[in-house]
């Protein structure tokens, strides 16, 4: 899993050194920045951040052999990923409405980009911490070696990690 | 919730596809042979088409303002020659010996991850049947194999192909790093009891290097072609220069991955060659450590060198300066190789068989290839030569020289090994020397051409002095070339029903592949034996003067507590 959260991070690699060209390049930036909604955001990546925590203490609970508390924090997890998207989703549409889009400019292009992949590996993420808790709920690990579990948490954790680069360099950037 | 489908569980090695449930057994395998095999079957199946396209391209260039093909028609062939042979030939070609041999030469009965393994066949297929699709869809991409921007905005190119072209690489991409993902978990976690990291067979590491490099180089790529695909279907500007984009940006992520993807495709064969010289020379390879070490250092060498592919872009002196430099550098570990080759050689008593021989050419033609490739290095060279035949002759001595060379070695090597029979030494002696003189003289003259100015992918010249002589000189070669393929093909057809029968180790190897049965039951391997040295097979042949004991006590003291 490591090795596939490490391929993962080459493909984010070459996203955001796009994003940084594209954005500082002729004055877009300027133009543009007064549409992203910082404190908005950053409320949805305190959402995300602290599903990070919640996954961890999952992890912690199945090493205590609590089953319910393991339970309980997965599905935390996921419903602190669900509010992130929900506030992703929401962001989009009022920067359509604005007529802000994709093929607005470069920076839309590379902020939708950007942002979009992410988003999208956050679903991804849901889904697959979604079916490990139904497997969980259905009996079908048996040992406490819960490598699907561990592998998840991982590539959730990846996620959360790619998210405060991202949010660093598009939001926290724009202010400097 | 249970599925109810039956899936038949392969009895014999190879499963007849004619029998019963024989296609079944194929479609639905996760055997790590089976799989293997596919890749290589595949690599065969796309090489017609690729060897197909080249044809016609030499009989449109065989003389002077010829019609045989019009321009439009020319630009299709040569893009898809050109993704076509790197994409679905050479990589699954690589790909399939790796599948089917590293968990053989680390004495493991399956990959890590079996399933895993199935889905990057399947889906590196569907991204190579996409690309063909394309032919259906109003014409295959036109572009060239890298697809520089703008040209390949929408702009420019409004059918279909670029679109196709560009679902077809992010598949296979995708394919390529889930099969990386693979071998590096394989090596890690599979090789059987006593094998160190430091005594792996040469192959199995250059493919476990390699697959970082893979890890690394891929998701760039795939990047890459998502911000052109959303360039071409929702507009957006990445590339585009009009509106704020950059097709420099496009230059720099293609070549990002495309320059590491030259080793992706050449140290796997280089991992070949490490396999069948020292086998055939009947000594050890030599210089172990070196080669060993020389593959990282072309790993992570490989990812600071692309920009030598845009000399011609105008980034600067001091831009220039650093990638020359670097590009120079990255020779040293390639050139160290073909030194340990070399010195394998000497004082061995080298057996010239069929897979000796390609084995041989490989040092030869890559050391050709190379030594042009240190010349584009310097800046003005590159900027006389850059988009001339010159680079042509490069790319086909680094990827048929290498690689495809490498290839038909592994092919004679291992065939014994896959199918239980060995190729025809006789045919394969007439393969060898028709592919060796048909290459050489189909590609070399390219170093003149390229030279007298003659420019890449136009799809005809003017009758200068020379031009017609050297091109109808490179297509009688081609020709002579495609029977070389003709007879290989003849020669799998003929040995797999008359071939001598192999036995388990036809050729005296010294690693675990060659100690299981020929071809491998479905459970390669009943019981291995404590591996204590890089070649396990001859401690088992000559208990008498076994290599751990010679190798330093350090290390015979590790292996044996264990």
């Known amino acids: ?176 | 919730m249970k599925l109810n489908i039956h899936i038949p569980e392969p009895t014999k090695p190879i499963p007849d596809i004619r029998t019963g449930e024989g296609l079944l057994q194929w479609l639905s395998t996760v055997d790590h042979k089976l799989i293997g095999i596919m890749y290589l079957c595949t690599a065969l199946l796309f090489f017609v088409l690729g060897f197909g396209e080249a044809l016609m391209m030499r009989i449109q260039l065989m003389r002077p303002l010829n019609n045989f093909l019009s321009p439009e028609a020319y630009n299709q062939l040569f893009t898809t020659h050109g993704t076509n042979m790197i994409f679905l030939v050479l990589t699954p070609m690589l790909l399939g010996f790796a599948t089917y041999s590293l968990p053989l030469m680390i004495g493991a009965n399956e990959m890590a991850f079996p399933r895993l393994n199935a889905f990057s066949y399947w889906i590196f297929l569907l991204g190579g049947l996409i690309l063909y699709a394309s032919f259906f869809a109003g014409g295959m991409p036109n572009v060239g194999w890298f697809s520089y921007a703008p040209l390949s905005e929408r702009f420019f190119s409004s059918t279909k192909g670029v679109d196709y072209w560009v679902i077809s690489l992010l598949l296979m991409g995708i394919g390529s790093v889930g099969a990386a993902l693979n071998f590096v978990v394989t090596t890690l976690t599979m090789r059987t009891k006593g094998i160190l990291m430091n005594q792996l067979p040469l192959f199995v590491w250059m493919v476990f290097v390699n697959s970082f490099l893979i890890l690394a180089a891929f998701p760039v790529l795939n990047a890459a072609l998502f911000m052109i695909l959303i360039d071409r279907q929702f507009d957006a500007h990445f590339f585009v220069s009009a509106t704020g984009g950059s097709p420099v940006m496009w230059q720099h992520l293609f070549w990002g991955f495309g320059h590491p993807e030259v080793y992706i495709l050449a140290l796997p064969a280089f991992g070949m060659v490490s396999e069948v010289i020292p086998v055939f020379s009947r000594k050890p390879i030599f210089g172990y450590e070196f080669i060993a070490a020389s593959s990282v250092a072309i790993m992570l060498l490989s990812f600071g060198v692309w920009a030598h592919h845009m000399f011609a872009v105008g980034l600067g002196t001091t831009f220039n300066a650093f990638f020359a430099a670097s590009s120079m550098l990255i020779a040293v570990p390639t050139g160290i190789k073909i030194f340990n080759w070399i010195a394998t050689m000497w004082g061995g008593s080298v057996q010239l068989k069929t897979a000796m021989l390609f084995a041989l050419a490989l040092v030869v033609n890559f050391t050709i290839g190379g030594l042009s490739g240190v010349g584009f290095s310097l800046v003005p060279v590159d900027w006389r030569l850059t988009d001339t035949y010159f680079v042509v002759a490069h790319i086909h001595y680094v990827l048929i020289g290498g690689s495809l060379t490498g290839g038909f070695a592994a092919a004679y090597y291992w065939f014994p090994k896959i199918t239980g029979r060995m190729l025809s030494e006789k045919i394969g002696k007439w393969h060898f020397w028709l592919y060796f003189i048909g290459f050489n003289c189909t590609f070399f003259v390219f170093h003149f051409l390229g030279l007298l100015g003659m420019p890449r992918r136009v799809y005809t010249y003017p009758d200068l002095p020379y031009l017609g002589t050297l091109n109808l000189f490179s297509t009688i070669s081609a020709c002579v070339f495609g029977i070389s393929f003709i007879l290989f093909f003849w020669n799998i057809f003929y040995s797999l029903r008359h071939g001598k029968i192999a036995g388990n180790n036809p050729w005296n190897a010294w690693t675990l592949e060659w100690l299981t049965s020929s071809p491998p039951q479905q459970k390669n391997f009943e019981k291995v034996p404590l591996v204590r040295s890089r070649r396990p097979l001859w401690d088992m042949l000559h208990p008498e003067d076994p290599d751990w004991k010679r190798e330093n006590k350090n290390k015979i003291k590790k292996t044996g507590n264990e």
């Open chain 1, 1 to 176: 899993m490591f090795f596939f959260v490490g391929s993962e991070s080459f493909f984010f690699l070459a996203l955001i050194i796009s994003y940084i060209y594209f954005s500082h390049t002729g004055g877009v930036l300027s133009e543009s920045s007064h549409y992203l909604d910082i404190k908005r955001t950053g409320i949805f990546t305190i959402a995300l951040l602290s599903s990070s925590i919640t996954i961890f203490l999952a992890d912690v609970s199945l090493k205590r052999l609590n089953r319910k508390a393991h339970r309980i924090w997965l599905a935390a997890t996921i419903i602190l990923g669900l509010i992130f998207i929900l506030g992703q989703t929401t962001e989009y549409l009022k920067l359509y409405k604005l007529n802000f889009t994709i093929s607005k400019n470069v920076f839309g292009s590379a902020f939708f980009t950007l942002t979009g992949f992410h988003g999208l590996h956050v679903l991804i993420g849901i889904l697959v911490l979604l079916i490990v808790l139904i497997m969980i709920n259905n009996g079908k690990f048996k040992t406490i070696e819960h490598t699907a579990f561990r592998s998840a948490a991982i590539y959730w954790h990846f996620v959360d990690a790619v998210w405060i680069v991202v949010f660093s360099v598009v939001y926290l950037g724009a202010l400097i």
